[in-house]
């Protein structure tokens, strides 16, 4: 492996740079957008029996929301929609403060993701950069300058540069982007379930708004 990244040139480096940060990022949203990370377990449970306290007009429910909102990246919609109720709110704060959480609680569902993109759309670039510097280096060698046969040895080495480079960004750009259409789809996956979830656990807080609304 050594050898053929000796054989591609430097231009292979800001490939194998990219790689790795890609790598990174495909591993670490992969953890992260797990439905069991988002909705750890007793997530939805815990958020559903604290609406019926609520309801039930119990008293000193502060740090039992405040708990439930630091379990999760989701957590944090069901609890901003707890706290205003408790804090009797009505249905119309309680939307606008659950868009401002909302929008919050999706970037960190999308965070990375642009990233990655740019790395699926930067590494064939990449790749074709390292292919005209290889190409660069057959004709720019002394031989080639002086209208005589170019050295072999050095004719080879521009061939590989050119030829490595071009592999090398392909092989990077296409896991990337298939990863990328892959993690994008679980984001916006995990995306409808907050939604769906929250305006479940509403439904519960404002039934009476709620019919109105429908």
Request: proline share 4%; aromatic share 8%.
């Amino acid at each position: 492996m050594y050898s053929i990244l000796l054989s591609a040139g430097w231009p292979i480096w800001p490939l194998l740079i990219i790689s790795i940060v890609g790598l990174a990022i495909v591993l670490e949203r992969s953890w992260y957008l797990r439905q069991t990370y988002i909705f750890p377990k007793n997530c939805l449970e815990t958020a559903f029996s604290l609406v019926n306290q609520i309801l039930n007009k119990k008293t000193g429910l502060e740090q039992s929301i405040t708990e439930l909102a630091q379990l999760s990246p989701a957590s944090p919609l069901l609890a901003c929609a707890l706290r205003e109720k408790l804090n009797g709110s009505s249905a119309d704060t309680a939307l606008e403060e659950l868009q401002v959480t909302a929008q919050a609680t999706w970037q960190k569902l999308d965070r990375y993701l642009g990233a990655l993109a740019t790395i699926a759309t930067v590494a064939p670039l990449l790749g074709l950069f390292g292919t005209v510097v290889g190409m660069i280096e057959i004709f720019g060698s002394q031989g080639a300058i002086n209208g005589a046969a170019g050295s072999p040895q050095q004719l080879a080495h521009g061939i590989s540069v050119a030829l490595y480079n071009t592999a090398f960004g392909l092989l990077i750009a296409i896991p990337a982007l298939a990863a990328w259409r892959g993690l994008r789809a679980m984001a916006n996956q995990r995306q409808r379930e907050c939604e769906e979830f929250t305006r479940q656990l509403f439904k519960k807080l404002y039934p009476n708004d709620t019919v109105n609304r429908s």
